[in-house]
T-cell receptor, first 113, second 114 residues
Framework: GENVEQHPSTLSVQEGDSAVIKCTYS??????FPWYKQELGKGPQLIID?????GEKKDQRIAVTLNKTAKHFSLHITETQPEDSAVYFC????????????FGKGTSLLVTP | GAGVSQTPSNKVTEKGKYVELRCDPI?????LYWYRQSLGQGPEFLIY????????DSGLPNDRFFAVRPEGSVSTLKIQRTERGDSAVYLC????????????FGEGSWLTVV
């Protein structure tokens, strides 16, 4: 299936700093790239997504950039807050499976006050 | 309901037993997905339904795993002859039909095989 690599696996930042998480994928036919946030004991929750015809998308403190040529995309969180602490997953649409997703292994983000 | 509902939230079973996990998707969502998440890992795709039919079951690890969605709404994931390696959180998700629609996840069913 689609190979999705996510880095770093853990990230610790001071409150107010920015956090960047990067993902690469292998299938050039993939065309949908969401990011999910998962808190302990809960299911993943979509925070932002981007489609292959767009290079960048922003929603308040969160932005995602996509480079289809290089097959990588990144999540940027600015002005981080302690409540941003969670595990973040990138995902890539499975080109051979309609709308299902393949996920990265996750990044555990800790924002310290 | 307001979101994807999964039952039970926790299940402990003995090795070799049969288990059923239920998923109630968001009303009107024709696409339904099952994922498995082990500790410290991302969700791993198992199966995807479009309506009543399994459009892609390539993620099911072996023939002990089976899922149904007989009326195109509620789905049941069935695991036969459970093994300790089956212990994980089983996540169900649903979405509207069509590429790029938001996929909404339930809280998961935590399965422990002892």
């Amino acid at each position: 299936g689609e190979n999705v690599e996510q880095h770093p696996s853990t990230l610790s930042v001071q409150e107010g700093d920015s956090a960047v998480i990067k993902c690469t994928y292998s299938d050039s036919a993939s065309n949908y790239f969401p990011w999910y946030k998962q808190e302990l004991g809960k299911g993943p929750q979509l925070i932002i997504d981007i489609r292959s015809n767009v290079g960048e998308k922003k929603d308040q403190r969160i932005a995602v950039t996509l480079n289809k040529t290089a097959k990588h995309f990144s999540l940027h969180i600015t002005e981080t807050q302690p409540e941003d602490s969670a595990v973040y997953f990138c995902a890539v649409s499975r080109s051979n499976s309609g709308y299902a997703l393949n996920f990265g292994k996750g990044t555990s983000l800790l924002v310290t006050p | 309901g307001a979101g994807v509902s999964q039952t039970p939230s926790n299940k402990v079973t003995e090795k070799g037993k049969y288990v059923e996990l239920r998923c109630d998707p968001i009303s009107g969502h024709t696409a339904l997905y099952w994922y498995r998440q082990s500790l410290g890992q991302g969700p791993e795709f198992l199966i995807y339904f479009q309506g009543t039919g399994a459009a892609d079951d390539s993620g099911l690890p072996n023939d002990r795993f089976f899922a149904v969605r007989p009326e195109g709404s509620v789905s049941t994931l069935k695991i036969q002859r459970t093994e300790r390696g089956d212990s994980a959180v089983y996540l169900c998700a649903s979405s509207l039909a069509g590429p790029g629609n938001t996929i909404y996840f339930g809280e998961g069913s935590w399965l422990t095989v002892v």
